[in-house]
C-alpha cells in the first residue's frame, strides 16, 4: 500500500530531492514539472506522487481528457491512470467531472474545472491567432492583360451578336418567300452526284477528242501521200511521151523537177507531222518510209549510155 505522508517527507520541498522541481529565488517559489499536476505548483495537496487518489485534466490535439488515479490500480503502472474524454461542450464536460469525481474532495473537483476552463480558453486564443496570423496570399496583378483580355471578350461577344442576328434575318426572309425558288434545290448527296457525273464526262470527252485528233493526222498523212503517188504518176506519163518523141535534154530537165517537187512534198509532210497544236502534248505517230522506184528513168539512161559507148569507141577508131 502506497504512503503518501512518507513519499512527501521525501521529496518534500527543504527535505529531498525531486526531479520535477524547480525552485526560483525571487520570489522565493518551488514549481512542478510533472504534465499531471493539475496546478503546477509544488506542494504536499497538488502533488501527483504524494497523493494516491488524484485527479487532472489535459488537453492532446485539442480535446481534453480527465484522468484520474486510484490506490486500486497502483499495483500496475501501466494503467494506474484512468482516461476520460470530455465533451467539446463546456457544460456538458463540467457535469462529467463532477460525475465522476462525486466522492471527491470539494478542492480537487474545482482544480480539475478550473485547468479545464484554462485549457479551452487556450485553445479558443489559439485558434484565434491562427486565423489572423494568417498569411494572405499576394498575386501580381497584370492590368493591360486583363483589359486586354477584357476587350477581347466585348469583341468575341458582339461579333457573336452580329452573327446571330444576321442568322436570324435569313431565315426569315427564307420564310417569308423573298428569294424565291432559289434554295428550293435538291440535297447535298444528289448535287454531290451531279458534280461526280459532270467531271467524268468531261474526262471521257478529253479522251475521245485526243483519238479524234489521232485519226485526223493519220488521216491527213495518208492523203498527202496519196497526192505525191499521184504526181509522181504524172509525172512518169509525161516521161513516156517524151521518150517517143526522142528529145533527151527535156526529159532530164523534166526528171530534176519532178524530184525536186516530189521533195518539196515530202518535206512539207515531215513538217505537217512536226506541227505541234496549241494546249496539248505530242504524241508518236507511226513513222511512214516512202520507196520510190524509177522504172522509166533506169530505161532511158539505157539508150543514152549506149550512144556514149559508140561514140566512144568511134572516136578511139578515128
Not at 522509166?296 to 559507148?309: F, G
Amino acid at each position: 500500500m502506497q504512503n503518501d505522508d512518507t513519499i512527501w517527507t521525501c521529496i518534500g520541498p527543504g527535505k529531498g530531492f525531486c526531479s520535477f522541481k524547480v525552485k526560483r529565488k525571487d520570489p522565493p517559489q518551488v514549481f512542478c514539472t510533472n504534465k499531471y499536476n493539475v496546478t503546477g505548483m509544488c506542494s504536499k495537496v497538488t502533488c501527483p506522487l504524494a497523493n494516491s487518489n488524484y485527479a487532472t485534466v489535459m488537453e492532446d490535439e485539442g480535446v481534453c481528457y480527465l484522468f484520474v488515479k486510484t490506490v486500486e490500480r497502483a499495483h500496475s503502472p501501466k494503467n494506474l491512470w484512468e482516461k476520460i474524454k470530455l465533451s467539446k461542450n463546456y457544460a456538458e464536460a463540467l457535469q462529467q467531472i463532477d460525475k465522476a469525481l462525486e466522492f471527491w474532495p470539494g478542492h480537487q473537483i474545482n482544480r480539475c474545472k478550473q485547468r479545464l476552463t484554462r485549457l479551452r480558453q487556450t485553445l479558443i486564443r489559439a485558434r484565434k491567432l491562427e486565423l489572423r496570423d494568417e498569411k494572405k496570399e499576394l498575386s501580381v496583378v497584370k492590368k493591360k492583360t486583363e483589359k486586354r483580355e477584357r476587350n477581347r471578350e466585348a469583341h468575341a461577344l458582339r461579333a457573336a451578336k452580329v452573327e446571330e442576328s444576321i442568322g436570324t434575318a435569313l431565315l426569315a426572309r427564307l420564310r417569308k418567300g423573298t428569294y424565291g425558288d432559289l434554295y428550293k434545290q435538291k440535297d447535298v448527296e444528289e448535287e454531290e452526284e451531279e458534280l461526280e457525273e459532270g467531271l467524268e464526262a468531261d474526262h471521257l470527252s478529253g479522251e475521245s477528242e485526243d483519238e479524234e485528233y489521232e485519226v485526223e493526222e493519220e488521216d491527213e498523212l495518208q492523203a498527202m501521200m496519196a497526192d505525191g503517188k499521184s504526181n509522181f504518176v504524172a509525172a512518169g506519163d509525161n516521161d513516156d511521151e517524151d521518150e517517143s518523141s526522142g528529145e533527151e535534154e527535156s526529159e532530164g530537165e523534166e526528171i530534176d523537177e519532178d524530184m525536186e517537187d516530189i521533195e518539196d512534198q515530202s518535206d512539207l509532210i515531215a513538217a505537217l507531222a512536226g506541227s505541234k497544236v496549241e494546249g496539248r502534248p505530242l504524241r508518236k505517230v507511226p513513222r511512214v518510209e516512202v520507196e520510190y522506184e524509177y522504172e522509166d528513168h533506169a530505161q532511158q539512161k539505157q539508150p543514152m549510155m549506149a550512144t556514149r559507148s559508140t561514140s566512144k569507141k568511134g572516136s578511139s577508131s578515128r
